[in-house]
């Protein structure tokens, strides 16, 4: 049994930052990968990056150089910072961890970027 619970989505102005954080729980022995999705309404959720046990991170090309994952395993929490946002980012984002075969997923948190 394993939770994610997110925060830190909100209204912000186009060129702000938001800091996203996912907090893991339950009987987690060792995550695989992690990462943050996006859905805009309409559209099919998409990726946004990921990181692996190693640190090795990997990024959409929309959001290279504006975003960046990180993780603190002790605390079994995972972060994404998006600076440089834009009304094309606006979505609902969805953190995961893959342990073994299976993928766990967050609630979903509002990410709204407009002026």
């Known amino acids: 049994q394993v939770q994610l619970v997110e925060s830190g989505g909100g209204l912000v102005q186009p060129g702000g930052s938001l800091r996203l954080s996912c907090a893991a729980s339950g009987s987690i022995f060792s995550i695989d990968a992690m990462g943050w999705y996006r859905q805009a309404p309409g559209k099919q959720r998409e990726f946004v990056a990921t990181?692996?046990?190693?640190?090795?991170?990997n990024y959409a090309d929309s959001v290279k150089g504006r975003f960046t994952i990180s993780r603190d395993s002790a605390k079994n929490t995972m972060y994404l910072q998006m600076n440089s946002l834009k009304p094309d980012d606006t979505a609902v984002y969805y953190c995961?961890?893959?342990?073994?075969?299976?993928?766990?997923w967050g609630q979903g948190t509002q990410v709204t970027v407009s002026s």
């Open positions: 995961n961890i893959v342990v073994g075969i299976t993928t766990y």
């Open positions: 990181i692996n046990s190693t640190d090795i991170t």
